[in-house]
C-alpha cells in the first residue's frame, strides 16, 4: 500500500502496539522515582522561581536570571501548573507527551521519505522506542526532548506531501522558532543540513533552487525573529549581566570557547573522536545486532531519497559535534530518531535486495540473546559476590537482595531473543524496552534511596519559612529549591573566612555541606545526615560549623542528628 491511498484510520491503526506500549512502559518508568539531581531538579527550580516570583519573562536560578537555556519548556511547565496546580507531575506528563510526538512525528516522516514502503512507518518508531538511552534519558525533564520534537516537526515541513511537493516554509520557520526558544541557537545545527543539502534528497529542491533557499532563509529569519521577540525585551529587563551572558556568552562566547576547550581537552571538553565509541551506548541494542550492521554495509547507490535525506541530516550534524569541544552524550538526541530511520531503510533494503541474506539465522539477535542471559547469570550470583567480597561498592551492595528477582526478566528477554521467525525485529524492540525498564526499575529499588533530597528539602523548607538563612558549601545549582519550595536564595560559600563570615551574620542560619565521608562531629552536632550519591548531604547550624572549623566546640545539640540512610528515616541518638 502506498502512501497516496492511506486511509485516515490506517494512519490512526498504524500508531497500535507501539506507542500504548511505550507510553505504559515511560509511564511507569517516570513516575517510578522523583525528579532526578541535578538535571530535572535544575529545570523545576527555574520554574518555581518564575512561578513563586513572577519572573516570567527572565528566568531565575536562587535569585540569579538563568540565561543558559530559552524559556519555552519553563513556560510549558508554568502553564500546566496554572492549570493542575504546582507538582512534578505536569512536567513528568509532558516529557511523556514529548517522547510519544517523537514517535508519531517520526512514523509520519518515515511515511513521507518512503511512501512505497508502508513496512518503515511501522519500523521506524519500534526502533526509536526501543534504543535505550533515549527512553532513560527520556525521564529527565530536560529541554533536549522536547527539542528532538521540535527538530522532526521542523524536517517533516521539508519533506513532501502526495500533492504538495514545496515545503511549508511558515511552519518551518514556527518550529524553528520553536525549537531556538527551547534551546537556543543549537536547533539551528539540528536542522540546517537537510535544508542545505535539499537538493541532493528533493526532486523539488533541485528544480526549484531559488524558491527552496529564497523560502528557507525566510523561514530562519522568521524562527530567529521569534526568538529576538523573546531575548530583546528579557536582554533588557534582565540588565547588563545577563544581557552579556544571553547575546554572546551563549552564542559566539561559545564558539571561542569551544575552540579553546578542544586544544586544552579542559571544561568537560572532549576529543574529536569521543563520540565512535560512544556510539554502541547510543544506538544500543541494535548496535548488538548483526544483521543491522550488514544491512548499513551492504547499502549501494542508486539511494533512495529518503536515504539520502537520513545522511544528509546524519553525517554532518555527527562531524560538528564531533568537532566542538564541550560533548554531552545527549546532545545528537534529536539525530537518534534520524538513526532509527536510516536503520529501518536499510533492514527494508536488505530484505528486498537479499532476502537470502535478511533471513539468515547467524544474522539475528543471538549475541543479544547471550548478553541478557550473561546479565542474569551476574545478577544471580551478585548477592554471594557481595557476601564473599569479591564486589564492592554502592550499587552492588544495595542491588545484591533484590537481584535475583531481576535475573529472572533478563532470562526470559534472553529466550524471547533467541526465537526465530518473523517478528525479529518487533521481539528486538520489545525487549530492549522492557530491558530499559527493568533497568530503571532496579535503579529505582536500589540507588534512588542516594539521590532523594526529600529529607534535606524538607528541613530546609522550614527553615525557610522561618527566614532562617541558608547558606551552601559549593556551588549550588538549585537541587534543594523546587522540593523544598524556597523562597530565598541559598548562599554559596566557601570554606575560611566566608563561612565564618556567615555564621557571625547570620547565627540562626543553616549550612548545607558535601563531605565524602563522615565522622564523629558529623552525627554529633549536624541537623541531619542523608547521603546523596558518592558522598553525603550534611545540614548544620552555621554557628556549630563555624565553632568546629574555628577549632572550637560547639554547645551539645538540643535534638540528636537526623539520619537518613539507604533503608529509610530514622533517628539515631549520639553515643
Known amino acids: 500500500m502506498s502512501y497516496s491511498n492511506y486511509s485516515r484510520s490506517e494512519h490512526l491503526r498504524a500508531v497500535w502496539p507501539w506507542l500504548p506500549l511505550w507510553a ?39 535569585g540569579q536570571p538563568y540565561s543558559e537555556k530559552a524559556p519555552l519548556l519553563f513556560w510549558l511547565i508554568g502553564a500546566g501548573w496554572f492549570v493542575f496546580g504546582v507538582s512534578d507531575v505536569w512536567p513528568r506528563v509532558l516529557e511523556l507527551l514529548f517522547g510519544g510526538a517523537q514517535l508519531v512525528l517520526l512514523a509520519v516522516l518515515a511515511r513521507r521519505l518512503f511512501p512505497g514502503r508502508p513496512w518503515m512507518i511501522k519500523a521506524a518508531p519500534w526502533m526509536l522506542l526501543a534504543l535505550g538511552f533515549p527512553f532513560l534519558f527520556g525521564l529527565q525533564i530536560m529541554y533536549d526532548v522536547l527539542l528532538a520534537a521540535w527538530t522532526l516537526a521542523a524536517l517533516l515541513c521539508l519533506t513532501p506531501k502526495p500533492h504538495r511537493s514545496e515545503p511549508r516554509w511558515l511552519l518551518f520557520g514556527l518550529c524553528l522558532g520553536a525549537g531556538l526558544l527551547t534551546k537556543g541557537p543549537v536547533m539551528l545545527l539540528h536542522v540546517v543540513f537537510p535544508w542545505l543539502l535539499g537538493p541532493l534528497w528533493s526532486d523539488w529542491a533541485g528544480q526549484h533552487r531559488t524558491r527552496w533557499y529564497g523560502g528557507g532563509t525566510l523561514a530562519v529569519l522568521l524562527g530567529v525573529a521569534l526568538l529576538l521577540a523573546w531575548a530583546l525585551p528579557a536582554g533588557f529587563a534582565g540588565g547588563a549581566a545577563y544581557r552579556q551572558a544571553l547575546f554572546f556568552t551563549q552564542t559566539a562566547g561559545r564558539v571561542v570557547d569551544t575552540v579553546a576547550q578542544a586544544a586544552n581537552l579542559q571544561n568537560h571538553a572532549q576529543p574529536f573522536w569521543w563520540y565512535l565509541p560512544a556510539l554502541p551506548l547510543l544506538l544500543f541494542p541494535f548496535s548488538g545486532w548483526p544483521r543491522m ?154 540507588l534512588w534511596p542516594r539521590y532523594d533530597l526529600g529529607p534535606s528539602a524538607q528541613l530546609l523548607h522550614d527553615a525557610d519559612r522561618r527566614n532562617q538563612p541558608i547558606g551552601y558549601l ?39 555541606a558535601h563531605p565524602d565521608r563522615l565522622d564523629a562531629d558529623d552525627l554529633r552536632y549536624a541537623l541531619l545526615v542523608q547521603p546523596f550519591r558518592s558522598t553525603w548531604v550534611v545540614i548544620w547550624p552555621a554557628t556549630a560549623l563555624a565553632d568546629l572549623r574555628a577549632g572550637h566546640a560547639p554547645p551539645e545539640p538540643a535534638q540528636p542528628t537526623q539520619v537518613y540512610p539507604a533503608d529509610g528515616w530514622r533517628h539515631r541518638r549520639q553515643p
Open 24 to 62: 505504559l512502559a515511560a509511564g511507569l518508568a517516570i513516575f517510578s522515582h522523583g525528579p532526578m539531581p541535578l538535571y530535572s531538579t535544575r529545570t523545576l527550580a527555574v520554574v518555581w522561581e518564575m512561578w513563586s516570583h513572577g519572573h516570567w519573562l527572565v528566568p531565575h536560578l536562587n
Open 293 to 446: 550492521w550488514v544491512a548499513l554495509a551492504t547499502l549501494r547507490r542508486p539511494l533512495d531519497p529518503g536515504l539520502r535525506f537520513a545522511l544528509s541530516w546524519l553525517v554532518p550534524v555527527f562531524v560538528t559535534f564531533s568537532l566542538i569541544g564541550g560533548k554531552q552524550l545527549y546532545y545528537p538526541l534529536p539525530e537518534l530518531a534520524g538513526a532509527a530511520l536510516l536503520m529501518a531503510a536499510a533492514i527494508a533494503l536488505l530484505r528486498e535486495r537479499r532476502p537470502a541474506l535478511a533471513d539468515n539465522d547467524w544474522l539475528g539477535t543471538w549475541p543479544l540473546a547471550v548478553g541478557g542471559i550473561g546479565f542474569a547469570l551476574f545478577l544471580f550470583l551478585l548477592p554471594m559476590l557481595v557476601a564473599s567480597h569479591s564486589l564492592h561498592g554502592d550499587w552492588p551492595e544495595a542491588a545484591a537482595p533484590s537481584s535475583r528477582y531481576f535475573s529472572v526478566v533478563f532470562v526470559l528477554l534472553g529466550g524471547l531473543l533467541l526465537l526465530r521467525g518473523r517478528g525479529e525485529l518487533r521481539r528486538l524492540a520489545v525487549a530492549g524496552l522492557i530491558g530499559a525498564l527493568t533497568l530503571n526499575t532496579l535503579f529505582t529499588l536500589t
Open 474 to 512: 559549593g556551588d549550588y545549582a538549585g537541587q534543594f529549591h523546587f522540593a523544598g519550595r524556597l523562597l530565598h536564595p541559598v548562599i554559596s560559600l566557601t570554606e575560611g573566612k566566608n563561612l565564618q563570615d556567615f555564621a557571625l551574620a547570620h547565627p540562626n542560619g543553616l549550612i548545607v
